[in-house]
């Protein structure tokens, strides 16, 4: 039992690291107001952003490659979000519609760029994070093997970044501006916040969080950008996100929750105990969990009240 | 007010435009010629006179055509489909599986494999429609949410019971389920293209009566319009929510059958058919009626079918028509900005007048 354990949670905080950072990002966008359900194409765009950007540089950045590919990743992120912003708060456009086509026009453009540089489709890596052990903290009983043995230093600047957003969205002057346009964007507006640039704010930290989980994705596990790379993780992240109750600590439990059942369920062939539980129940239950979520907190609706809705001066 | 109508009949013929003119860009900056492109996607399409090709467009529109009525129906009542993709996967499933596992004679086989698709469909959409009527969750996420139980609903059922050569697909299903016919691929010069057409102007008919030509299309859209009036005046709200949700599950499975019954002819695990999101750009710019769906099926059933001619003519990805689509959508949503140059345009004509 505990060669399981030990054997599925770093694999776990490997699948854990990506979803957190996505479903993150869908945080900040949604608790300024604007609904994104492009995350999965943000996502893409940064993984195949990261994928291209270590191949082109061809180890011109030595060992900086992973690192620097990370932000590009997030570059791109925030350039596609851009155009998600500019829809949604300049031209009041239907958020749900504008996101469907960023998710669209992500596996779109990626794949024909990726079939016109390769021939293939397919950009593989050859540079990417390895697995390394924390010297001293994994030596620490229990704790050790678990959380600090055979890790990708991206786990923990991800689990980092949860922090810095608690600290930001709850404890800074500009996080009550951009929860309140999210709330009451009139009374926002009415105390001279720009629900504007607020807004614009939260979704391309959206886009650049959501790159970066896509990023992550291939400098980690994946090592490769193909069609394959749209598999869901960005609706699973929104699925996270929902499930957290739209808070930086709920989407981390709820992240983890996902990221151990989504490990459990690739890594049931290995184990004796788990071989014979049909598979459906353990890939669908993040999404019947969401659902039964939903339900249970439809009394007291959790999520930004203003979300999804473009801001018109005019209405009360 | 007639210029604020004749407006919106013009997007969406300005946001196709603007769908092409960007994937000319595209194509340009990456160093093809798009004239040459798009005249080769129009060939691949059979639109110069190619009577088997133009049958695989009018096969590829079939599908098209039905989950852009589920999305349409949808909005008409105020509901946001995203969900077309797994209530077509699963009817689809309902489909195949029947397909494959009953022997029965045509005339009773293919008609059970079709309702048996509108059936599920029709269950699918019917979860979102009750949790939203119910408990007022709302349809986007439990749609988002259905669309992947969907996925590993069909990934642990297929391999199970009707496994095919390899575990990543299903058997085929047998002709009696098919609903191919030799008459129609005679006449179209040997295109698969089959009956599944007839089903879904069939139903872009029957939808255009249900919302035109009947007291409950008019309470369904009453409700899209303005749920509280709907509501002052009698009506119920939350039931016409579910029936509305269940009647787009019902077009969505009707898109599986004809999909898997007449084009794939057995259903492939771990992926979601792209085609209930292609549904959203059809309804979009079919401005959400049975007959403007009828038309921009057609125009992304051809792009779609002569896409795969202009990747092996000109080495252009066939991606390009995807990417034409997310921008036609993008440019649907963002018609403020469209309306904004109507109207720049406009005031400049007036002042030359002037002058």
Known sequence: ?316 | MSKESNQNKLIPFLAVALGFIVGAIIMIISGFNPILAYSKLFEGAGLYGNIRRFGDTLLIMTPLMLTGLSVAFGMRTGLFNIGASGQMLMGGFAAVFIGITMELPKIIHLPLAVIAAIIVGALWGMVPGVLKAKYNVHEVVVTIMMNWIAVWTVYYFVPLYIRGNFDTESATIRTTASLRVPWMSNIFNGSPVNLGLFLAIGAAIFIWWVLEKTTFGYELKAVGHNKHAAEYAGIHVNRNIIYSMMIAGALAGLAGATFYLGYTNNIKIGELPSLGFDGIAVALLGMNSPIGVVFSSFLFGFMNAGKGFMQAATRVPNELVQIIMAVIIFFAAATVLIKRWLNQVSRKKVKGGDQ
């Open chain 1, 1 to 316: 039992m505990w060669d399981s354990i030990v054997s599925i949670i770093p694999l776990a905080l490997t699948y854990t690291a990506p979803l957190l950072i996505i479903a993150l990002g869908g945080l900040y966008s949604e608790r300024s107001g604007v609904v994104n359900i492009g995350l999965e194409g943000l996502m893409g765009v940064g993984a195949f952003a990261s994928a291209l950007f270590v191949v082109l540089s061809g180890g011109a950045f030595g060992g900086a490659t992973v690192w620097v590919a990370l932000l590009v990743g997030a570059l791109a992120g925030v350039a596609l979000s851009f155009f998600h912003a500019f829809a949604c708060v300049s031209l009041n456009a239907n958020q749900v519609i504008s996101g469907t086509a960023i998710n669209m026009f992500s596996v779109a453009i990626t794949i024909y760029l990726a079939r016109w540089l390769t021939t293939s489709s397919n950009i593989q890596i050859r540079t990417s994070f390895s697995r390394t052990s924390i010297p001293v903290l994994s030596e620490i009983p229990l704790l050790g093997p678990l959380f600090f043995s055979r890790v990708y230093y991206t786990t923990y600047i991800v689990l980092a970044l949860v922090i810095i957003s608690y600290y930001l969205l709850y404890k800074t002057k500009f996080g009550l501006r951009l929860r309140a346009c999210g709330e009451n964007p009139h009374a926002a507006d009415s105390m001279g916040v720009s629900v504007t640039k607020m807004r614009y704010t939260g979704v391309l930290i959206s886009g650049a969080l959501a790159g970066l989980g896509g990023a992550i994705v291939i400098m980690t596990y994946a090592k490769e950008f193909s069609q394959l790379t749209f598999n869901g993780l960005g609706f699973l992240a929104l699925a996270a996100l929902i499930f957290g109750k739209w808070k930086p600590f709920g989407v981390l439990g709820a992240a983890l929750f996902f990221g151990t059942a989504m490990t459990v369920a690739n890594m049931a062939q290995v184990f004796e105990s788990l071989r014979n539980v049909p598979n459906i129940f353990l890939n669908t239950f993040p999404y019947v969990m969401t659902l039964v979520a939903l339900v249970l907190f439809s009394n007291n609706s959790a999520g930004p009240k203003a979300a999804g809705e473009p801001y018109d001066v005019g209405k009360r």
